[in-house]
């Protein structure tokens, strides 16, 4: 179960989206192709994020943020993702990281961390995966050991979102490597960047530009033993289990962003582009692909309200949001190619706008759980509540 909802007044909701759509058109919209084929870190949009209060979206305004509901989050994610999805992952890690200290953590902990983290002063990200584990995240070798009054910590997490940029991290350790199950021995540290915490090398991505994608080394790295997200030990699968829920409706949204995004620019370049006489969006065959990708967007997109509406319920919500992310995400995918090839030989070329979100769509079928996973969890959790007694 989920805490007490978020709410918000729908004029303020309204007010706030139409700002979010100025943004993108006015600001992000311009310059996207300047940082994405770059690879360059957006500094100038990340400063203009947090004026929007985009890095305390989530955070409750006791601690300094906007208190958004699961719904109208998501609806903010698709806004920006259907233009550049990339720029969510850098408010979304962070989120991550902030609603893990929310949750679980300590009146001391929140009060300290969540004003800087909701401000944007410190930013950061979810430091879970492992170069051998990934989905299997119980097979994490990074080791905490107790030390007085710290812990010191010696492994190595990848592919970390922020890893170069942010400066802490939500950290996934094992306190007790012999613990059984394997779930009991792990724990959540909040970790700030210091001595025996470094950078390893930036990972060169497909798609997913100018946000930074690292390793993050620890040898003999100190953390306070009061950085230990809820102050025990061998609760940490538990309290990233807690927060899987709404990273997999942040995709989901990003999922529906890229579909949108994609059925937007094919309807666009349809009604343009001219073969035999008349626009190509008179040809059945184009006709064809777009009713399957406005179709799969508007799935999509309803898929993804119900579940977030179902977190902001308080509702158990793994089955709606392993559905929304499965689903957007694999429309994400099949709209981005359909609407390439509407495009023609332009969609393969690097001036159009199609080619970011080919590139961009795949990660969506991966992070927050492959979709086989999400399978997995879907079929569980139906045959779970249709059990025949």
Not at 285 to 312: E, G, N, P, S, V
Not at 341 to 353: L, N, P, Q, T, V
Request: glycine share 10%.
């Amino acid at each position: 179960m989920n805490g007490p909802a978020n709410t918000i007044d729908k004029a303020d909701e309204a007010q706030l989206l139409a700002t979010i759509d100025r943004w993108v058109e006015r600001e992000v919209a311009p310059r996207v192709k300047e940082f994405d084929h770059a690879d360059r870190w957006p500094a100038e949009l990340v400063e203009q994020m947090k004026e929007l209060g985009l890095f305390g979206a989530t955070v409750s305004p006791d601690y300094g943020g906007l208190g958004l509901p699961a719904r109208t989050y998501a609806e903010i994610v698709m806004r920006v993702s259907s233009v550049w999805m990339a720029l969510t992952g850098i408010f979304n890690s962070h989120l991550m990281l902030a609603l893990a200290i929310e949750k679980f953590g300590t009146e001391p902990q929140k009060r300290h961390w969540l004003p800087r983290l909701a401000s944007g002063e410190v930013r950061g990200g979810l430091a879970l995966t492992e170069p051998d584990a990934g989905t299997d995240l119980q097979a994490i070798r990074l080791v905490a050991r107790r030390d007085g009054d710290h812990y010191v910590l010696n492994g190595t997490k990848t592919w970390i979102s922020n890893g170069i940029e942010g400066s802490c991290f939500a950290l996934l350790v094992k306190t007790n490597p012999q613990a059984q199950p394997r779930y009991s021995g792990m724990s959540l540290f909040i970790a700030p960047k210091g001595p025996g915490f470094r950078v390893g090398r930036k990972l060169e991505k497909l798609g997913y530009k100018s946000i930074d994608s690292a390793e993050l080394i620890f040898e003999d790295y100190r953390v306070p033993a009061d950085h230990l997200i809820g102050e025990v030990e061998g609760r940490g699968f538990t309290q990233v289990a807690g927060g899987l829920e709404l990273g997999r409706i942040n995709v989901a949204a990003r999922g529906v962003g890229i579909a949108e995004g994609a059925l937007r620019l094919a309807t666009s370049y349809s009604q343009l582009r001219r073969t035999f006489g008349k626009p190509i969006c008179e040809h059945q065959a184009i006709q064809l692909k777009l009713a399957d990708m406005a179709t799969r967007a508007r799935a999509a997109r309803l898929l993804t309200l119900d579940a977030a509406d179902a977190f902001d319920r308080g509702e158990r919500c793994d089955l709606e949001a392993g559905m929304a992310k499965y689903f957007s995400s694999e429309a994400a995918l099949e709209n981005s190619i359909e609407s390439m090839r509407i495009h023609g030989a332009y969609g393969y070329s690097k001036e159009y706008d199609i080619e970011r979100l080919y590139r961009d769509a795949p990660l969506t079928c991966i992070g927050e759980g492959t979709n086989e996973m999400q399978r997995i969890v879907i079929a569980r959790q139906w045959v779970k509540r249709n059990a025949v007694l």
